[in-house]
């Protein structure tokens, strides 16, 4: 099975990395261009394609750069990295991103991308309103839950929560990033699953229902 790890990234000894490529806006004309990769300066894919493989070793992973120098990108690169990662026959991609506003680039991308059967597993944080990509129907919204260990999966009200934590211990860059690493990690894990089936299976599998209840 192969998942593209849409992101800024992957840059560990080991890793068993399919294909790559980089997106990148372009200073001079609209749009971006397809650019050779660079090393993950960030860190935030290679965490994010760790956490996958720790649930699902034996995937192989599509790296699609589009984080360079920070977590920020446009939507043309999301657009232009998910039809790559069709083209490269991946069955799931992860989105570790989540834009304010939806835009229709982006939008038009993600339909085609769920039309040719690609599970889309998107950040969505566990607090304040609605975010993009995770916001469109048939992407698979994950976050962070503080009440699941590794392997374990709660059913939010706006998304499916999990594991929020680094496999290597560092405490840094947790939350719905690392959230849609080990989400996507289990899918794989009991693929091959339709969309339908991929929602029905975290539901029926849930450890936790319900928001977080946190003592004061």
């Known amino acids: 099975m192969r998942i593209a790890v849409i992101d800024s990234g992957i840059t560990l000894p080991g890793l068993p990395v399919a294909d790559r490529t980089a997106f990148h806006r372009r200073d001079d004309a609209p ?14 894919g290679s965490a994010v394609a760790a956490a996958i493989l720790a649930r699902a070793p034996a995937v192989e992973l599509l790296d699609a750069q589009i984080f ?8 043309a690169a999301v657009a232009a990295a998910l039809r790559w990662a069709i083209g490269c026959g991946a069955r799931l991609a992860t989105l570790s991103l989540g834009l304010p506003a939806d835009r229709t680039v982006m939008r038009v991308a993600v339909e085609e991308a769920l039309s040719h059967g690609l599970l889309l597993v998107a950040a969505r944080p566990a607090r304040g309103g ?3 990509p995770a916001a469109y129907p048939g992407v698979i919204p994950a976050t962070g839950d503080a009440r699941c260990a590794p392997g374990e999966v709660s059913v939010l009200p706006n998304a499916f929560g999990t594991c929020m934590r680094r496999t290597d211990g560092n405490p840094h860059m947790g939350g719905a990033s690392l959230a849609v690493g080990h989400l996507a990690g289990l899918l794989a894990a009991a693929a091959p699953l339709s969309q339908a089936a991929a929602f029905s299976h975290l539901h029926g599998t849930a450890r936790w229902r319900g928001p977080e209840r946190r003592l004061v």
């Open 31 to 44: 749009g971006v261009e397809q650019v050779q990769p660079t090393p993950d300066r960030i860190g935030h």
């Open 68 to 75: 360079h120098d920070s977590i920020s990108a446009s939507p």
């Open 130 to 132: 609605p975010v993009w």
